[in-house]
């Protein structure tokens, strides 16, 4: 992470609405967090493209299929009320974000640490995270390079360092 704070990164999305859900205002979320992570959640911001983050109080919260839950906020109780929210994005404060497990990572840490091999070789920065099954993606050098986010070839992320050491094999690419 670079830069003081500002509004671009002080929130983190973890979800959007997707569509609305039964009659009582319900929303049918995609959930960018473990659904483990939401519980708990008192509050979150949802944010339309070029609004503000506004915050809302959650009712209730259940799953719902795989990676997706319902969602109810203080005050919307109809459906006309909840197709106000189609589309929009779900936000946490990065202070609000659950902590993580050992060895777990929230993808906007990873961005901008440079990659080197165990040998010492630099191989560029993070530029994003490609999620796909069944392994998601370092993507170095906006796309220059992509990198099997996983054990085998990812062998450390050190976050204070500002980097991440990979298999020395990476180094031949």
């Not at 992470?1 to 959007?16: A, H, L, P």
């Not at 569509?19 to 205002?25: E, F, S």
């Not at 995609?30 to 519980?39: D, P, R, S």
């Not at 109080?57 to 459906?79: A, M, T, Y």
Request: aromatic letters at 10%; hydrophobic letters at 35%.
């Amino acid at each position: 992470m670079s830069g003081g704070i500002n509004e671009k990164n002080q929130y983190v999305v973890i979800g959007k609405v997707l569509d609305t859900y039964h009659l009582k205002g319900e929303l049918k979320v995609e959930a960018y967090l473990g659904l483990e992570h939401w519980q708990g959640l008192e509050e979150v911001f949802l944010k339309r493209k070029g609004g503000d983050y506004v915050p809302f109080k959650v009712v209730s919260l259940k799953p719902h299929g795989k990676g997706q839950l319902i969602l109810r906020f203080e005050g919307c109780d109809s459906v006309s009320k909840a197709e106000e929210y189609k589309g929009a994005k779900i936000f946490l404060p990065k202070e609000r974000l659950p902590k993580r497990r050992r060895g777990e990572y929230y993808y906007f840490e990873l961005e901008g640490l440079e990659v080197f091999t165990e040998g010492g070789k630099s191989l560029g920065r993070v530029t994003g995270v490609v999620e796909q099954k069944p392994y998601d993606l370092l993507e170095v050098e906006s796309g220059r390079l992509y990198i099997p986010f996983v054990k085998t070839l990812v062998k450390r992320v050190d976050l204070k360092g500002g980097k991440v050491i990979v298999k020395e094999e990476l180094s031949e690419i």
